[in-house]
């Protein structure tokens, strides 16, 4: 049980070092747990950059932070700008939601996507994303998740398909 909670702990990813020491407890079946920890940072920074055949070259940056504020939320922001396709994305998921055996979760996003060059209209998506799951037990889990999504067509090239203008806005 001992060497199990120490595990726990450590794969949380909030302690570089977890120790555990048992005392005698009021009765011979019982034991008292000493914990001590050393936290370690758990926020990241992130800053990439490349280039990919369907976007063309980018810049990607995106800061987040696993333990937000020491609740053991995860939220974080992530930004992509490219030539032919940017985004952003905001994320935050509680692993312990009402205190309970719930994951929850909400992710909100906006990617516009000009698409000329390769087809003959432009696109925008907005929307947002929430996530509800629970931990079976240390190996299975179930999530559901529901998802809005609003997509704009526009800039649609004059003599383009009929289908693509009758999407357009």
Not at 16 to 32: C, F, L, R, Y
């Amino acid at each position: 049980v001992v060497r199990r909670s120490r595990q726990r702990l450590q794969d949380l990813g909030y302690f570089n070092t977890v120790t555990i020491q048992p005392t005698p407890g009021s009765a011979p079946d019982k034991s008292i747990l000493t914990t001590t920890v050393q936290e370690k940072s758990t926020g990241s920074v992130t800053v990439g950059g490349g280039y990919a055949t369907d976007a063309g070259a980018l810049l990607d940056a995106g800061i987040s932070e696993s333990n937000f504020i020491g609740t053991g939320i995860n939220a974080g922001v992530n930004g992509v700008l490219a030539q032919r396709d940017s985004s952003i994305n905001a994320s935050v998921t509680d692993p312990y939601f009402l205190d309970r055996n719930l994951v929850a979760g909400a992710d909100l996003f906006l990617v516009q996507t000009n698409n000329l060059g390769t087809q003959p209209y432009d696109e925008k998506r907005e929307g947002f994303a929430l996530r509800l799951g629970y931990n079976f037990n240390d190996r299975l889990s179930q999530t559901w998740s529901y998802s809005l999504v609003g997509r704009t067509v526009f800039n649609v090239v004059p003599g383009a398909s009929f289908y693509i203008q009758d999407a357009a806005g």
